[in-house]
C-alpha cells in the first residue's frame, strides 16, 4: 500500500533550478587542461592531448546545457534568478555560469586546436570571454554591492562561494594570453587590469572568509565544500603570471608564491573537512571540489616546466590523477542523482 507519509522526491523544476550547475563546466573545462599539461614533457602527450579534447566535448555539452536552462529561467523567472543573484550564499554561486563560459574559452585554446577551424575557435573565444567577463562583472557587483549596501549579512553567511562572482576575472586573462603581443596594447592593458581586480577581491574575500572560520562554526554540511574554492584564485594567479610574463623571473617568482599560498588552502581545507564534519553526503556543491583543485593542479603542472622542479612537476602529476579520479566520482554521483530525483533537492 501507498505510504502517504512518504517524502516525495524531488523533480527538476525551472524556477528553482540552482545557479551553482555552472560549476559542471567550470570544472570539466579544467580538467581538461591538466591532462594536457601533466603529460607535455612526456612521452604520453598525444594520449593525454586526446583524452583532453574528450573531456572538452563534454565540457561543452555541459555550458550548453546550464546556458540555455538559465537563459530560459532569466526570460521565465527574473525574479528568483535576481534573488538568487542578491541570496548571500547563492548569489556567490551564480558566478558559476560566467565562469564556466571563460574556463571553457581557455580549455578550447589550449585543448582545441585542430577540432574547428582556428577562425572559428578564435571568435568562440572572443566571444566567451566578452560576455563571460561582462557577466562576472555585472554579477559580481549585483551581489557584492547589494550586501555592503544592506549591511545585515551575519557573519555565518559568509562562504567561500563569495570568491566567485568577483574572481572568476582572473579567469579572462588566460583565455586572451593566446592573443596577446606586444602591439595588442589595449588587450594587455585589460588582461593585467582584470587581473588586478580579481587578485585585490580574492585578498579581500579570503581575509573575511579566515576571521569567519575562526569566530563562526562550520557552514552546513551542504554547502561544505566551498570551504576548498580558496586555493582556486591562488592557482589561477599563478597561471596569469607565467601567461601574462613568461620570460620574467619576478612573473615566475610571484606564481611561486602564489602556488604556495593555494597550496596551503588546500591542505587547510581538508583538515577543516575532516576535523569539522562527521561526513559530506554528496551535493551538487561537490562541483566546488573540482574546479579549485584543478586550477592548483594545472599551476603546478605548468610551474614545474617552467621552473624545472622535479618536486613541483611530481606534485602536478599526482594532483591530476586525483583530480580526474575525483572528477569521474562527481560525474557519476551527479548522473545517479538526476535519475534518483535526488540532485534537484540541493
Same mark, same amino acid.
Given at each position: 500500500?501507498?505510504?502517504?507519509?512518504?517524502?516525495?522526491?524531488?523533480?527538476?523544476?525551472?524556477?528553482?533550478?540552482?545557479?551553482?550547475?555552472?560549476?559542471?563546466?567550470?570544472?570539466?573545462?579544467?580538467?581538461?587542461?591538466?591532462?594536457?599539461?601533466?603529460?607535455?614533457?612526456?612521452?604520453?602527450?598525444?594520449?593525454?592531448?586526446?583524452?583532453?579534447?574528450?573531456?572538452?566535448?563534454?565540457?561543452?555539452?555541459? #555550458?550548453?546545457?546550464?546556458?540555455?536552462?538559465?537563459?530560459?529561467?532569466?526570460?521565465?523567472?527574473?525574479?528568483?534568478?535576481?534573488?538568487?543573484?542578491?541570496?548571500?550564499?547563492?548569489?556567490?554561486?551564480?558566478?558559476?555560469?560566467?565562469?564556466?563560459?571563460?574556463?571553457?574559452?581557455?580549455?578550447?585554446?589550449?585543448?582545441?586546436?585542430?577540432?574547428?577551424?582556428?577562425?572559428? &575557435?578564435?571568435?568562440?573565444? @572572443?566571444?566567451?570571454?566578452?560576455?563571460?567577463?561582462?557577466?562576472?562583472? *555585472?554579477?559580481?557587483?549585483?551581489?557584492?554591492? +547589494?550586501?555592503?549596501?544592506?549591511?545585515?549579512?551575519?557573519?555565518?553567511?559568509?562562504?567561500?562561494?563569495?570568491?566567485?562572482?568577483?574572481?572568476?576575472?582572473?579567469?579572462?586573462?588566460?583565455?586572451?594570453?593566446?592573443?596577446?603581443?606586444?602591439?595588442?596594447?589595449?588587450?594587455?592593458?585589460?588582461?593585467?587590469?582584470?587581473?588586478?581586480?580579481?587578485?585585490?577581491?580574492?585578498?579581500?574575500?579570503?581575509?573575511?572568509?579566515?576571521?569567519?572560520?575562526?569566530?563562526?562554526?562550520?557552514?552546513?554540511?551542504?554547502?561544505?565544500?566551498?570551504?576548498?574554492?580558496?586555493?582556486?584564485?591562488?592557482?589561477?594567479?599563478?597561471?596569469?603570471?607565467?601567461?601574462?610574463?613568461?620570460?620574467?623571473?619576478?612573473?615566475?617568482?610571484?606564481?611561486?608564491?602564489?602556488?604556495?599560498?593555494? #597550496?596551503?588552502?588546500?591542505?587547510?581545507?581538508?583538515?577543516? %573537512?575532516?576535523? @569539522?564534519?562527521?561526513?559530506?553526503?554528496?551535493?551538487?556543491?561537490?562541483? @566546488?571540489?573540482?574546479?579549485?583543485?584543478?586550477? *592548483?593542479?594545472?599551476?603546478?603542472?605548468?610551474?614545474?616546466?617552467? +621552473?624545472?622542479?622535479?618536486?613541483?612537476?611530481?606534485?602536478?602529476?599526482?594532483?591530476?590523477?586525483? %583530480?580526474?579520479? *575525483?572528477?569521474?566520482?562527481?560525474?557519476?554521483?551527479?548522473?545517479?542523482? &538526476?535519475?534518483?530525483?535526488? &540532485?534537484?533537492?540541493?
Amino acid at each position: 500500500m501507498f505510504d502517504v507519509t512518504q517524502t516525495p522526491v524531488p523533480q527538476f523544476q525551472l524556477k528553482t533550478f540552482a545557479p551553482a550547475w555552472g560549476a559542471t563546466a567550470m570544472g570539466t573545462s579544467v580538467l581538461a587542461m591538466a591532462l594536457k599539461s601533466a603529460t607535455v614533457a612526456t612521452g604520453l602527450e598525444a594520449v593525454g592531448l586526446a583524452v583532453a579534447r574528450v573531456v572538452l566535448v563534454i565540457a561543452a555539452l555541459f #555550458l550548453l546545457a546550464v546556458v540555455s536552462v538559465m537563459t530560459t529561467r532569466w526570460i521565465k523567472y527574473p525574479g528568483a534568478m535576481h534573488a538568487d543573484l542578491v541570496h548571500p550564499i547563492k548569489g556567490g554561486m551564480s558566478g558559476t555560469l560566467p565562469g564556466g563560459m571563460l574556463a571553457f574559452a581557455v580549455a578550447l585554446g589550449h585543448v582545441g586546436s585542430g577540432l574547428l577551424p582556428a577562425g572559428l &575557435i578564435a571568435g568562440l573565444i @572572443g566571444l566567451l570571454a566578452a560576455v563571460g567577463t561582462i557577466m562576472a562583472l *555585472l554579477f559580481g557587483w549585483a551581489f557584492l554591492g +547589494t550586501l555592503a549596501s544592506r549591511g545585515d549579512t551575519a557573519m555565518g553567511m559568509v562562504t567561500g562561494a563569495w570568491f566567485i562572482p568577483p574572481v572568476v576575472t582572473i579567469i579572462t586573462p588566460l583565455a586572451l594570453s593566446p592573443f596577446l603581443t606586444e602591439d595588442t596594447v589595449e588587450l594587455n592593458a585589460v588582461a593585467w587590469g582584470l587581473l588586478g581586480m580579481g587578485t585585490f577581491l580574492y585578498l579581500l574575500v579570503a581575509a573575511a572568509l579566515f576571521l569567519r572560520s575562526m569566530t563562526t562554526p562550520p557552514p552546513p554540511v551542504g554547502i561544505a565544500p566551498t570551504l576548498a574554492i580558496g586555493q582556486g584564485p591562488a592557482g589561477l594567479i599563478a597561471l596569469n603570471l607565467l601567461a601574462l610574463a613568461p620570460e620574467s623571473a619576478a612573473g615566475r617568482a610571484g606564481a611561486l608564491m602564489f602556488w604556495g599560498a593555494g #597550496l596551503w588552502w588546500m591542505v587547510a581545507s581538508v583538515v577543516v %573537512l575532516v576535523r @569539522g564534519y562527521q561526513k559530506i553526503p554528496f551535493a551538487l556543491s561537490w562541483w @566546488g571540489f573540482t574546479f579549485p583543485f584543478g586550477a *592548483l593542479t594545472v599551476a603546478s603542472n605548468k610551474l614545474g616546466l617552467a +621552473t624545472g622542479s622535479v618536486l613541483i612537476s611530481v606534485i602536478g602529476a599526482v594532483a591530476t590523477v586525483l %583530480l580526474l579520479a *575525483l572528477w569521474v566520482y562527481v560525474v557519476v554521483q551527479t548522473v545517479a542523482g &538526476i535519475r534518483k530525483g535526488t &540532485i534537484w533537492a540541493h
